[in-house]
């Protein structure tokens, strides 16, 4: 079973060793015998080899086919260098060009460069489009300065000459500038790109305006999408601005305008992706003005036209929370309340709708009509690979042979086989993906056990009970945090470096280790289970010791104590529905509502329902308390 695999790495070990004929040889026989994930990985070795063993008409065509279908920087180089040494001139000028333009920051564009210098040594010279392509990689790549040099040669070699050219080299320079923290010189940039063409003008405001919203400059961000949209208003840029404005006039209280903002961005941007969220925010500014009426007519229209929208959840349940404002009866607010629980099981809208339902006397219904199920069985052929490849120590390769297994799971049927012999098998998140992906309507429309079981693991469980005993914090929290946080994947690693389960950040872990009074752990160390839900439990009971409210907590471990703080001094005598709406940062807003209706549905799933917890509707003041 893993003789392919013996002869892939026994080729990476003579390719790396210099004996590159010996380890075509055994990338060969590795292609042959391989699964077809791995058999495309050994042929482009193969390919790799034979061209370092200097066999480039054997290494040509495989060359053609692996940078067809995976063009790396590494995969276009070596087959421009066959394409070269074969006569396909043309061909590899294209891909040195490729790597020139797309792939600045790679070693690979200095070859690239230099293989593109004329017979007569004259360097290639880049046009005024490719300056840009260059500039625009290095700034996605993380590399302002180098952007700012190619920004530099293009007006240094006159390629900007007509005014358009100049506002968007205006444009760009302001992005780098304002990349690199030099506001005032990106500021002057701005200037000039707003004398550009309209579509650059726009863009060149709404960068501005989006940089006074990141340093709080929300005066300044209003008047500068205000702007754009009497300026521009035909121009892609006023979208963003207009509906940007309108939620500006939301969090600074000027609910009226935000209103009839809201209201305008429907008309004056009929094909908007964010329609039915305008609709939304406008029903929230007429549910803060008092205007129950008007908002439930917003709401209702929202359901109306965007019925798959994410939004409906929370817009039935503010129509039905309106009426009550207004003083309905409680005929048809036990009716609405209970609608919200039966169709949208395991939300946040039917966690506060039963927490409404339990405030006029009712017992609300249960969401789920049977516990999660295990599904016990042998051991799928399928996965024995898997854990052949597991057990020998080839983690990775381990991985890619279950993604490979999954990507050919096609029913619901499947799914609930190959999801349980997963969590067997402790992989709590390659199982949670694949019921992400087939098991939606089996657990909330069909409610089986079966798929709640995958969906709500209690994944880790020893590790996590024995923490959370040792925290005294609830183990369906921890279970809750990790689901949104990772989806149970060990692996799981953020844009902004968090790691593991919890995703937890390596300063965050080491400032945990010192109240500990433990050495600091290594990033890496952050990927073991039992380290990272030791230091996330520690968190977390600090939290709960600070904010005493899970909703507070959940906001405090995704933003931060600060804001919360802020937030709760703003807005804590709101009603916590209201509260939560009116968070400030969307991810955070979305995160709360998620982690706070899967910890009560953990209990509801698995909990003992005589001590079921129950969802404060009012605010706790925070004591003092962690603070990172």
């Not at 460069?113 to 010279?125: C, I, Q, S």
């Not at 007006?155 to 000459?161: D, P």
């Not at 209970?338 to 969401?367: D, K, N, T, V, W």
Request: charge should be neutral.
């Amino acid at each position: 079973m893993l003789e392919s695999f013996h002869s892939y790495y026994l080729g990476e070990a003579q390719f790396y060793a210099q004996d590159k004929q010996a380890a075509t040889i055994s990338f060969h026989r590795a292609a042959e015998e391989a699964p077809a994930w791995l058999r495309a990985r050994a042929r482009t070795r193969e390919g790799e080899a034979l061209l370092a063993a200097g066999d480039v008409a054997s290494a040509a065509p495989i060359l053609e086919e692996a940078a067809s279908d995976i063009p790396s920087p590494e995969l276009l180089c070596e087959r421009a260098i066959a394409r070269a040494a074969t006569g396909a001139r043309d061909g590899a000028r294209a891909d040195w060009r490729h790597l020139a333009l797309r792939h600045p920051m790679h070693p690979c564009a200095a070859i690239a460069e230099e293989r593109l210098t004329g017979a007569d040594g004259t360097p290639y010279r880049f046009n005024f489009d490719e300056r840009l392509v260059r500039a625009h990689a290095f700034l996605d790549g993380g590399d302002p300065k180098g952007a700012l040099s190619e920004l530099e040669s293009a007006q240094g070699e006159k390629l900007a000459r007509a005014p358009p050219a100049k506002a968007r080299i205006a444009l760009l320079r302001a992005t780098v500038l304002f990349a690199l923290g030099k506001d005032k010189d990106a500021e002057k940039q701005v200037d000039e790109a707003s004398k550009g063409p309209p579509a650059i003008a726009a863009e060149a405001l709404l960068l501005r305006a989006r940089r006074a919203l990141r340093g709080n400059d929300n005066a300044r961000a209003r008047s500068t999408m205000a702007l754009i949209e009497h300026k521009y208003p035909r121009e892609p840029a006023a979208e963003e601005a207009g509906y940007f404005g309108a939620w500006l006039d939301l969090q600074a209280g000027r609910l009226a305008e935000s209103a009839k903002a809201f209201a305008a961005f429907e008309t004056r941007h009929p094909r908007s992706r964010r329609r039915d969220e305008a609709l939304w925010f406008q029903s929230l500014a007429l549910l803060l003005q008092g205007k129950h009426g008007e908002a439930r007519k917003a709401l209702h229209e929202l359901c109306r036209h965007f019925p798959k929208s994410s939004l409906v959840p929370q817009a039935r349940y503010w129509a039905t929370r309106s009426l009550q404002l207004s003083g309905s009866s409680n005929g048809a607010l036990l009716e609405g309340y209970e609608q919200i629980i039966r169709l949208f099981p395991g939300s946040f809208y039917a966690l506060l709708a039963s927490a409404r339902l339990r405030a006029l006397g009712q017992e609300p219904p249960a969401s789920f009509s049977e516990p999660p199920k295990k599904l016990r069985g042998p051991p799928l052929a399928e996965l024995k690979l898997a854990s052949a490849l597991a057990e020998t120590g080839l983690i990775r390769d381990a991985a890619e042979e279950v993604q490979q297994r999954l990507e050919s799971v096609r029913s619901a049927a499947e799914a609930v086989q190959m999801g349980h012999a997963l969590q067997s098998m402790g992989e709590f998140g390659y199982a949670y993906a694949l019921a992400a992906r087939l098991l939606w309507a089996n657990a909330y429309g069909n409610k089986e056990g079966e798929a709640l079981a995958l969906l709500y693991p209690r994944a880790y469980q020893s590790t996590v009970e024995r923490e959370a005993k040792e925290r005294k914090i609830d183990p369906f929290l921890i279970w809750a945090v990790m689901r949104r946080e990772s989806n149970f994947r060990l692996d799981a690693t953020s844009a902004a470096n968090a790691r593991g389960l919890m995703q937890v950040f390596p300063p965050t872990a080491s400032a945990i280790s010192r109240k500990l009074e433990i050495d600091p752990p290594e990033p890496d160390d952050l990927f073991s289970a039992e380290l990272n839900v030791r230091f996330a439990a520690w968190y977390l009971a600090e939290l709960l010791k600070r904010f005493r409210h899970p909703m507070l907590c959940a906001a405090a471990y995704n933003a931060g104590p600060g804001p919360v703080l802020r937030w709760v001094e703003d807005r804590g005598s709101m009603p916590l529905d209201l509260f939560v709406e009116r968070i400030p940062y969307k991810e955070t807003r979305a995160y709360v509502k998620q982690v706070v209706a899967d910890y009560f549905t953990y209990h509801e799933l698995y909990g003992d329902r005589a001590r079921w917890p129950r969802l404060d509707l009012s605010l706790p003041k925070p004591a003092a308390g962690v603070n990172f």
